[in-house]
């Protein structure tokens, strides 16, 4: 029972890395986001970062979104977000530039997954299939599983996706 805030925190912590992840692709790129969405459901708050970017965090950590320029709720950015986000949109970059931004999040959420099974596998030497149970080490693989299924989820070819907006660019 005491593992569930650390796999809700887990699980806020994989979806994070992986609109960091499409954030950083914008970012080096030249474009900014208006708004980064984690989580469904009610907001639960609300912070500006210093590139001006609102990042909204929601009640059930099951969905994010990354808006550019056309946020995907109603926020009014400040005076600084909006000069600092003149850049373009993201529709307007070349299509190995929307693709980038597109296949950084799945990519930031598998190198977070490997990463985690790396620590735990040096923190525990008993971390392996026969011993889990008895290791200690579930939520760390479970949090790593989580973010490898993101990953994964994310590149199916259906529309609201990555996988399946990366398709319809190549069409």
Same mark, same amino acid.
């Not at 890395?17 to 708004?35: D, F, K, Q, R, S």
């Not at 926020?75 to 000069?83: C, D, E, M």
């Given at each position: 029972?005491?593992q569930i805030?650390f796999l809700?925190?887990g699980?806020y912590g *994989?979806?994070? $890395?992986?609109?960091?992840?499409?954030?950083? *692709?914008?970012?080096?790129l030249?474009i900014?986001?208006v708004?980064?969405? $984690?989580?469904l459901?009610?907001?639960?708050s609300? $912070? +500006?970062?210093?590139s001006?970017?609102?990042? *909204?965090f929601?009640?059930l950590?099951?969905?994010s979104t990354?808006g550019? +320029?056309?946020?995907?709720e109603?926020?009014?950015?400040?005076r600084s977000?909006?000069?600092l986000?003149a850049?373009?949109?993201i529709?307007?970059?070349s $299509?190995?530039?929307?693709?980038?931004?597109?296949?950084a999040?799945?990519?930031?959420?598998?190198?977070?997954?490997? *990463?985690? =099974?790396l620590v735990?596998n040096?923190?525990d030497?008993?971390f392996? @299939? @026969?011993?889990?149970g008895e290791a200690?080490?579930?939520?760390p =693989?479970?949090?790593g599983?989580?973010?490898l299924?993101?990953a994964?989820?994310n590149l =199916?070819p259906? @529309?609201p =996706?990555g996988g399946?907006r990366?398709i319809?660019l190549c069409?």
């Amino acid at each position: 029972m005491w593992q569930i805030p650390f796999l809700v925190i887990g699980g806020y912590g *994989a979806l994070v $890395i992986h609109e960091l992840g499409h954030l950083l *692709a914008a970012h080096a790129l030249g474009i900014n986001a208006v708004t980064q969405t $984690i989580g469904l459901g009610p907001t639960i708050s609300r $912070i +500006c970062d210093g590139s001006g970017t609102i990042w *909204a965090f929601r009640v059930l950590p099951i969905q994010s979104t990354c808006g550019f +320029c056309d946020g995907p709720e109603p926020l009014v950015p400040t005076r600084s977000a909006k000069r600092l986000n003149a850049r373009p949109s993201i529709g307007r970059p070349s $299509i190995p530039r929307r693709a980038a931004i597109l296949i950084a999040g799945p990519l930031s959420n598998l190198a977070f997954a490997c *990463a985690l =099974l790396l620590v735990t596998n040096s923190w525990d030497p008993k971390f392996a @299939p @026969p011993h889990l149970g008895e290791a200690g080490s579930e939520i760390p =693989l479970l949090v790593g599983g989580f973010s490898l299924a993101l990953a994964l989820f994310n590149l =199916l070819p259906i @529309p609201p =996706l990555g996988g399946g907006r990366l398709i319809l660019l190549c069409n």
